[in-house]
């Protein structure tokens, strides 16, 4: 998503519905000192993100793009995965990451970033022959000029597949939740998925899912699934033309056979989707949009350690709201820590 202006959004504060303004902000409030200590073990594709800053004054004189001058040292931060264990942390849970890194410098770097937030990383496989995963961004005068990817999204081998399981297990059994986060890189492989969730649900752990179209469908009786449109309507395909999100909602509910939905609809909100209930829509309520990067790991983050920490679904749903319209505030992928939602959440009751 490449860096922009601001954009604000003067309605959308004031545009609320029932879902929203039946929600008790003071509940909110007190919820937040119950996700602290929770401990969340988040299954994914970790990456690592660069970000190169520079400027541009001239067009090259090889072919017709930008000269990017470097302006500032490179930034490195956990992606992927990885920024969504970042995110429980900064709010004030326990994160263990399963995933896969290279035995490269990029990986080194990825560990030492994720220690820096206090994640646990003993469930980080080190592979020969598979480079970690690394996104890189180059930012001219605030706008993204081009996006540089290096990546293997080959399945894992069925060896690699079982240390995932094991290393997985291990954490789950002590864990408050599950969180799968699926890029579609190779680590969430059919067996994977069947695997630690019937071992999460058989432990009776709250288990959500960032997912990707491939293997959609394989997360069946999970707590909460946490499609975006285009996600769901990929994983649908014929299914979904015609069909207006609602009906795409409550087909998705019923073939996954899980207790909920929770479908993101960009600047339309968050639409939930429960058996036998009204379908419930949450606006945003982002001040001001600077990158919308990074916005999905805050909301899965958040909704899960609201859950374990006894939310209802509206209430997990709105403290993720909430905190997805700070980290939109912010340039590049981000956190946001439980200081800020907390000073948020007292800023719109004193409003």
Partial sequence: MPFMKPIKHPASAAKSNSALASVDKSELLSLIGGLQKKKIVVVGDVMLDVYIHGNVARISPEAPIPVVEISEKDRKMPGGAANVACNITALGGE???IGTTGRDSAGKELVKELKTYGVNTSGLLALFGRPTTEKTRVIANTQQV????REVKSALSDKEQKQVIQKAMKEIQTSDGVIFEDYNKGLLTA?????????????????????????????KGVTVMKPNMKEVTEALGPEAVGQNFETIGFKVLKRLQCKSVVLTRSEHGMTLFEPNQPV?????V???????SGAGDTVIATLTLALTAGATLLQAAALANYAAGIEVEKLGVATVSAEELSQRLLEEMNH
């Fill in 191 to 219: 067996r994977v998925i069947r695997k630690l969730v019937a071992f999460a649900r058989a432990k009776k752990k709250i288990i959500t899912v960032d997912p990707k179209f491939s293997n959609f469908f394989e997360f």
């Fill in 286 to 292: 982002a001040r001001e949009v600077f990158d919308v």
């Fill in 95 to 97: 994160a263990s990451i």
């Fill in 280 to 284: 419930r829509t949450i606006p945003t």
């Fill in 146 to 149: 081009v996006r540089i990817d």
